[in-house]
């Protein structure tokens, strides 16, 4: 790939052009919105001077219900060889391709499992989806040139390919990412009126489980409208597990003892079904559930102790598959949790507690 043009410079158009124009390639930035592109340029996103030649792929950055039209304008223009977009939801803009008799030979309808709570060209980043599941869903009719230069345009942002069916990957998405965003502002919504002092206990369970309520809600509005039918389904048979759970809390508040061991039953079913579901989540390397042990570690709220750590942990010879971060609010304290292959902690922890770490 030797060019390329980018239809809409938000947080993910921008962090493609980012990727692209790092790796060589001569990218084409265009925008609605004038200070985005020229924000977008200004980052070395590309340059906002139309390409004079046709392009090798158009990437179409916008929300999902303006594929359709944004894909039918740029085809009439004849600017490239081949087409893609990065919207979250596929069966509705496949729709609006088909409806609108644009050339679907030469285009490949795709998707990067990558994001941020910010959005826009100043949240963009190179490298926003490395390592990034990258779904594509081409037409049956998509030819293997175009399908080729879809992959070109992951394995050049770093991102891992997937190939999928349009509804299935919108009912996919529903589960793991939509549904999610929608429980995340749920539970917000209870902090907004409460009282300060309980939000004040709020510790890293609360922010976790809300990290992803602190999204852009036009955007998100965006991408809920483009599969609401699917999120709906899911949110009812969530309904129907919440109506059970409040039922076993009822029961298990009562005073009645085979009321309140029923009530256990269910309470303790739904937490290991959780667990159950929980460990399914593919893990980092190979795909398969991660199984890791943590090692708590008491830090200092001061420049280059999280440095220190590090180089610590290296001396063990240990890697550290993954990092969280617990602050204590108000102090100059908190803990990192390093997790590590299971059967790795105890050399890690003799490790650590011999540079001196204080252990949790």
């Known amino acids: 790939m030797r060019s390329a043009l980018v239809v809409g410079t938000g947080l993910v158009g921008t962090s493609a052009a980012l990727a692209l124009s790092e790796r060589g390639v001569a990218v084409h930035l265009r925008d609605v919105d004038p200070v985005a592109v020229r924000t977008a340029a200004s980052l070395g996103a590309g340059t906002v001077d139309g390409s004079a030649d046709v392009v090798d792929l158009a990437i179409i950055a916008v929300p999902p219900a303006l594929v359709g039209r944004v894909l039918a304008d740029i085809q009439a223009e004849g600017v490239a060889r081949h087409y893609t977009d990065v919207a979250s939801v596929k069966a509705g803009p496949q729709q609006d391709v088909v409806a609108l008799e644009c050339d679907t030979v030469h285009y490949v309808g795709g998707h990067p499992m990558a994001g941020a709570e910010r959005n826009g060209p100043l949240a963009a980043r190179a490298d926003l989806f490395e390592g990034r599941t990258w779904v594509l869903t081409p037409t049956p009719d998509a ?31 529903g589960l793991v990412s939509h549904t999610p965003h929608v429980v995340a502002s749920l539970v917000a919504m209870r902090l907004e009126q409460a009282e300060e002092r ?43 597990d919440l109506d059970n759970a409040v039922a076993g809390l009822r029961a298990m508040a009562s005073t009645d003892d085979a009321k309140r061991s029923g009530g256990a039953q269910i309470v ?38 999280l440095a220190k750590l590090f180089t610590d942990a290296d001396r063990a010879g240990i890697n550290v598959e993954d990092v969280r971060l617990e602050h204590s609010t108000g102090q100059l304290a908190g803990l990192v949790y390093l997790s590590v292959a299971q059967g790795a902690a105890v050399g890690l922890e003799e490790t650590l507690r011999a540079r001196g770490w204080r252990l949790r």
């Open 198 to 240: 309980a939000v004040s206990l709020a510790g890293p369970g609360i922010r976790d489980l809300t990290r992803i309520a602190a999204s852009d809600p036009q955007l998100w509005v965006d991408i809920l409208s483009a599969n609401a039918g699917v999120v709906a389904d899911i949110l009812e048979e969530l309904a129907a």
């Open 143 to 173: 030819e293997t040139e175009t399908l080729n230069t879809a992959l070109e345009l992951v394995a050049l942002c770093g991102a891992m390919p997937v190939l999928m069916g349009a509804a299935a990957h919108d009912r996919a998405v």
């Open 268 to 305: 303790e079913s739904m937490l290991r079904r959780g667990n159950t579901g929980r460990a399914r989540i593919p893990g980092k390397h190979d795909g398969r559930p991660a199984r890791y042990e943590a090692v708590a570690v008491l830090i200092g709220d001061q420049p280059g102790e």
